[in-house]
């Protein structure tokens, strides 16, 4: 497994070794003891959950508030997604900015955030099956979001704003400037 730093502290992606021959593949998609040595990440996830979504479909910019905050280990299992992670940590030399990557059932690459990052995704392909590890379980009443066309965070989702679609929610999120303080830096 190949793990490559990004440009904001604690988000990484990661390249599994794949195994292949005219049979087809096979890779090791998580392995904590591995992950845990060869990221420095000490993470224990609780929860496993899946989406499936069509072309253009833009779920994000998610997260949940501490307590219930969650770290994540995403990855596409069929088609592919422009992932992305914004961190949204307060006094954090990257605070605001982003890291993009695209995902896909051909590459086999996993993006890992760090608690602290909203996250979302844009389906490139004609449908999508996300899934995502989860080391916090999910909390309705901790749910928040940030508007998936901050201009601040200027994400440039490669679709067409007229392609996209969107949850109701998602279309009503605020602005990071908005948002106000949820997360702090170093906490």
């Known amino acids: ?3 490559i730093k990004t440009a904001i502290e ?5 390249e599994p070794t794949v195994y292949g021959d005219e049979r087809g593949y096979f890779f090791e998609s998580y392995n904590e003891e591995r992950f845990r040595s060869e990221t420095g990440i000490d993470v ?14 833009l779920r994000g910019f998610h997260f949940q ?4 905050a ?3 280990l995403v990855r596409v299992v069929s088609g592919t997604v422009v992932d992305v992670a914004v961190d949204i940590r307060t006094g954090s030399p990257t605070y605001g900015k982003y890291v ?10 996993q993006l890992f955030l760090p608690r602290g990052m909203a ?20 909390h309705p009443e901790s749910e928040g979001g940030i508007a998936w066309n901050d201009p601040t965070i200027a994400m ?21 400037e908005e948002l106000g303080e949820i997360f702090e830096y170093g906490k």
Not at 10 to 14: A, R
Not at 156 to 176: C, F, M, Q, Y
């Open 100 to 109: 993009a990557v695209e995902l896909s059932e051909d590459n086999h690459r």
């Open 44 to 57: 224990h996830f609780v929860q496993d959950n899946e989406s499936k979504s069509k072309r253009g479909v």
């Open 1 to 3: 497994m190949a793990v």
């Open 156 to 176: 440039d989702w490669g679709v067409a704003e007229a392609d996209i679609t969107l949850s109701d929610k998602d279309r009503h999120n605020p602005t990071l």
């Open 10 to 14: 604690g988000v990484f992606i990661i």
């Open 65 to 68: 508030r501490p307590p219930h």
């Open 70 to 72: 969650q770290a994540k």
């Open 119 to 138: 996250h979302g995704f844009v389906v490139k392909s004609d449908e999508a099956i996300f899934q995502y590890k989860c080391d916090n379980y999910y």
